[in-house]
């Protein structure tokens, strides 16, 4: 790699150390309670005994859920930031998270070696990846043949995609501080296309949080359509947080 990636590597490094620090000040920091956490312990299956990575883990506390259901767990993120505050976080709650290794890593470029894991998690990341199908085979090639992917990534062939569009008409860019620094527009089909060539073979898909943008305000979420699972795994295609669950393909 020569100086130019290895300068933008560190600058977007840099950049999520100082969202992290931000966003975890802000208390507004998205951690084991959030909606595609929550829909991914529907569908995981026993951990104990296994060994699960979280590639991108932010704050570990999906991470240490993982651990206290018996998993060997690693968590890896790009941001030094990150693993500071996770290792602080488990610090103030007796140590729970002490048996969880952590490990800056870039999903582009695992530092694990290849079948080495039986699970990967990876929640709201692939978006925010400069080449995300890189990043999935890497998933795939430090996952053993037959092990699990559980995956979640924005979709936006809905109401949320329609006004993101109404704004690049109007040439509109709205920002948050939970804005990430680098954060692309998917479809579900690209999703299951990009997940598919990657190496892994797709089982099951859901999604979760569907909501109607309005001007000026946060979104309303319409819990009434995730109510029942059946109606929720219809819905999937439309879901704000498209959720997939697939095997890595034989050797």
């Not at 999520?16 to 569908?43: C, I, K, M, T």
């Not at 079948?115 to 978006?127: K, M, Q, R, Y």
């Not at 089982?203 to 059946?230: A, C, I, W, Y």
């Amino acid at each position: 790699m020569d100086a130019g990636p290895k300068q933008n590597v560190t600058t977007l490094s840099g950049a999520y150390d100082n969202w992290h620090r931000n966003v975890f000040a802000s208390g507004q920091s998205a951690d084991q309670g959030s909606p595609w956490y929550q829909l991914l312990l529907e569908y995981l299956v026993p951990v104990e005994g296994k060994r699960v990575v979280e590639v991108a883990c932010g704050l570990g506390g999906f991470a240490a859920v993982l651990h206290s259901r018996g998993a060997t767990v690693c968590a890896a993120d790009f941001s030094a930031a990150a693993l500071r505050i996770a290792r602080q976080k488990a610090s103030h709650n007796n140590g729970r998270s002490s048996r969880i290794a952590l490990s800056q890593a870039d999903a582009h470029h695992l530092p694990f070696a290849s079948g080495a894991f039986d699970l990967v998690v990876s929640c709201e990341t692939i978006e925010h990846l400069t080449d995300p199908f890189a990043a999935l085979q890497e998933m795939a090639r430090v996952c053993k043949p037959g092990g699990m992917l559980y995956l979640t990534t924005p979709n936006y062939l809905n109401l949320m995609g329609l006004y993101l569009l109404y704004d690049a008409l109007l040439g509109k860019v709205r920002r948050s501080a939970a804005t990430q620094p680098l954060d692309r527009r998917w479809l579900f089909p690209q999703v299951r296309r990009i997940v598919e060539r990657s190496g892994w073979k797709i089982l099951k898909s859901d999604g979760t949080v569907h909501q109607v943008p309005l001007p000026g305000r946060n979104p309303v979420r319409l819990f009434f359509l995730e109510r029942h699972p059946m109606i929720r795994r219809l819905l999937s295609p439309t879901a704000f947080h498209y959720f997939i669950v697939a095997s890595k393909r034989g050797a």
